[in-house]
């Protein structure tokens, strides 16, 4: 005899169809919207990097060979030496150790995600935005990147206190824009763990000068904070042809670092001419801006010679009408750089050659 | 779900056919989900992939746009 199903079973044959036919439904329009979102930012670096190659052509038409002799753009540097990290744009004090990103478990599996905070986007609140927290190499991260009618942003990222997993603890921050260089930093607040049990609105920590043209980088704060609440707003410099204001991060990670205090970084000038002596005064573009600063602030020391590890016959710098002339034939130089912070570039106003 | 026959009028083999719909539907749904990670599904799952990686590949540190940021850094 034939056995003949119940309805119960032909309900549930009815039900496993149902289910499976959203699930690839559903698998299907998660593809759809990974590629959506990821051509939209492909279609947008696209559009920006031609941009820029055009504005990067003037620039070059307009340079002077002052400008490509004097300035040492660390990232830029074919060979750098000393006791630094860098990422993207910057060179900064080097770890002790790797640093503990807080919104991310380090396993043998690979980064584990602390699901423990909300990131809002210009008030929007979503996974999406969330996902700038996420370690990049977590499968499925999802593309946070959108186009915005208005060019000022702002980004909110709030722990749950109540759903703490570890503590919160960072001085480093690091960013990765999908168009770098694309907006500016007008400020960064952060409120500790603390203010927010003592309902305290006045930030712990601001930087409110604007930090311009901002790429991969990484910002240091001036100590350990317990992360409650970050803050930052960008106003983006770009506009693309549908009229709209591109921006995206694909990570904002909060580190908990030490750092070497005895970190520095050490650059090669090379002139086609014998030098003859060097600015005491520098422009510096670090995590605080472009400014005006000597090297003695800044803690740059010159050296005719680097061999073995060892830097030799230091350089005094020349200020005012005192010129140091090099009383060595060199054309090139040395240029040791105390780490502090976060730089991006050091220029010497004069490097005078014969 | 409420269903109605009218074996007076149709007679059983109203529920047969009724039985022969749902094991029909479940069986093409099966037969799309094995086609999809089988056949034209896998090819779409490696495609995804490839195009993730051109993706990264785009938007990594080093990326053409972060390569221009720091040219401009040194001519600006």
Same mark, same amino acid.
């Not at chain 1, 034939?2 to 439904?25: D, F, G």
């Not at chain 1, 690979?110 to 909300?118: L, R, S």
């Not at chain 2, 009218?6 to 069986?27: A, C, M, S, T």
């Given at each position: ?354 | ?20 719909? !749902? ?8 037969? *799309?989900? #094995?086609?999809? %990670?089988?056949? $034209? ?12 990686? !051109? ?8 990326? *053409?746009? #972060?390569?221009? %940021?720091?040219? $401009?850094?040194?001519?600006?």
């Amino acid at each position: 005899m034939i056995p003949k199903m119940n309805s119960k079973e032909l309900s549930e044959a009815l039900s496993t169809s149902q289910t499976s036919i959203s699930k690839i439904e559903s698998d299907m329009n998660l593809v759809k919207r990974d590629l959506t979102n990821k051509l939209e930012v492909i279609k947008n670096e696209q559009e920006y990097a031609m941009q820029e190659l055009l504005n990067i052509s003037e620039l070059l038409n307009g340079a002077t060979s002052k400008d490509l002799k004097n300035r040492i753009v660390y990232a830029r540097q074919a060979s750098l030496a000393g006791v630094y990290d860098i990422y993207g744009s910057t060179v900064h004090p080097k770890f002790v150790r790797d640093p503990n990103n807080i919104f991310n478990f380090v396993t043998s599996m690979g980064p584990v995600f602390k699901n423990n905070a909300n990131v809002r986007i210009n008030d929007a609140i979503s996974d999406k935005h969330r996902a700038i927290l996420m370690h990049d190499s977590i499968e499925g991260k999802l593309v946070a990147f959108d186009e915005y009618d208005t060019a000022n942003i702002k980004v909110e990222v709030e722990v749950n206190v109540g759903d703490m997993l570890g503590d919160t603890n960072f001085n480093m921050i690091e960013i990765a824009p999908y168009l770098p260089g694309s907006f500016t930093i007008n400020s960064i607040d952060v409120y500790k763990v603390q203010s927010y049990l003592t309902q305290s609105t006045l930030p712990d920590y601001s930087i409110l000068f604007p930090i311009d043209k901002v790429g991969a980088c990484r910002i240091m704060m001036d100590q350990k904070y317990s992360l409650y609440k970050f803050v930052m707003n960008v106003t983006v410099n770009y506009k693309n042809r549908n009229g709209k204001y591109p921006f995206g991060l694909r990570h904002l990670y909060f580190y908990n670092a030490e750092f070497d205090p005895n970190s520095h970084v050490i650059a090669k000038i090379e002139k086609s001419k014998l030098i003859d002596w060097v600015s005491e005064d520098v422009v510096v573009r670090d995590q605080m801006g472009l400014r005006v600063s000597t090297c003695t602030s800044q803690g740059v020391k010159l050296f005719m010679a680097y061999d073995g590890n060892l830097l030799q016959y230091e350089i005094a710098t020349s200020k005012g009408l005192a010129e140091n002339i090099i009383a060595r034939n060199t054309k090139e130089l040395y240029v040791k750089k105390l780490l502090a912070n976060c730089v991006i570039s050091l220029e010497f106003n004069t490097i005078s050659s014969r | 779900m409420m269903i109605l026959y009218n074996f007076r009028h149709r007679g059983p083999y109203e529920y047969d056919k009724f039985v022969l719909n !749902i094991l029909q539907l479940h069986n093409e749904i099966a037969l *799309l989900e #094995q086609r999809l %990670l089988e056949g $034209s599904g896998s090819q779409l799952s490696v495609a995804t992939q490839e195009f993730s990686t !051109i993706f990264n590949t785009i938007t990594v540190d080093e990326s *053409l746009s #972060q390569e221009m %940021l720091l040219l $401009s850094y040194q001519f600006e």
